[in-house]
DNA sequence: ATGGTAGTCCGACTA
């Protein structure tokens, strides 16, 4: 990004849950070329490091950082504006699943251009009686408890906590909230894990800019019935949330051959 | 029309 000193830049911040990078690299390349994106948070990948469809990005002009154990979950960042050394791939506190206990591939923490971006994949929880659901919930509290102390650390801090949230905060954020009754994803504890990063100064900056749902099921003509959810948010530190100026949810990447279930969340901010 | 969608690795799992 070369301006001149003084003058005022923006810089295009996006998050999508791609499910499965494998076969949609090149309409994910696409999208960052036409909608002018500096930075891609990635979920759902569902490839290994060493399967990353990498060219296609490149060809963009992107570098890209994976972070994919095996056939699920797994993340990326793909920037356009390079990337600092300081990548992550859990976050302190961070609760590790299965026998033997490890930590799943659903958070990638990276610096790009002065903004740390963490692209995530909150646990889905299945059902409220799964053991997935108390996961799903502890994930969120250690997330929220790792946000606490790296603004405590630098309260001036540009952090992004971008992703697949798996929660709709609010009733409008389905399409009937008959059908969600006792459902995850719309349970007050689900809800009241989102809520609570407001108590520790973070603010979703989507909301207020754009009504729009960004998962449509793949089942039941859901799309064409636009019968959706919103479970795809950003959530910004006061620092970076006090610079963002518009945001969008491109809704058309819905449309078309092979879409991924999920449409791309954008976010300006000012650098 | 007793199925239904789509991804993974290849009958079952995940969403």
Request: glycine share 6%; aromatic share 10%.
């Amino acid at each position: 990004m070369s301006v001149p000193a003084g003058s005022v830049t923006t810089m295009r911040l996006a998050t999508w849950n791609v499910n499965s990078i494998r076969i949609r690299a090149d309409r994910v390349a696409a999208f960052l070329e036409r909608a002018d994106i500096d930075v891609l948070a990635m979920q759902e990948t569902k490839c290994t490091d060493e399967a990353f469809p990498h060219l296609p990005f490149q060809l963009a002009g992107y570098d890209v950082l994976t972070h994919g154990l095996n056939q699920w979950n797994g993340v990326a960042v793909a920037s356009r504006v390079g990337f600092a050394d300081d990548v992550a791939t859990v976050f302190p506190g961070m609760p590790a699943w299965g026998d033997p206990p490890a930590h799943e591939a659903r958070a990638l923490g990276v610096t790009c251009a002065g903004v740390r971006i963490w692209s995530l994949y909150v646990p889905n929880g299945r059902v409220v009686a799964d053991p997935h659901y108390a996961y799903k919930l502890d994930w969120l509290a250690a997330l929220r408890g790792a946000a606490a102390d790296w603004l405590e650390e630098d309260p001036e801090a540009r952090i992004a906590l971008m992703g697949d949230w798996n929660i709709a905060p609010r009733d409008e954020d389905v399409w009937d909230m008959s059908l969600f009754d006792g459902a995850t994803h719309v349970s007050p504890p689900e809800r009241e894990a989102f809520r609570a990063f407001e108590d520790i100064g973070f603010t979703e900056v989507t909301r207020e800019r754009v009504t729009q749902y960004t998962y449509w099921d793949y089942q039941q003509l859901r799309f064409p019935r636009n019968q959706g959810m919103r479970i795809d948010f950003v959530q910004a530190s006061p620092a970076l949330a006090a610079s963002v100026t518009d945001a969008t949810i491109e809704r058309n990447e819905r449309k078309g051959k092979g879409p991924s279930d999920h449409v791309p969340v954008v976010v300006d901010v000012q650098s």
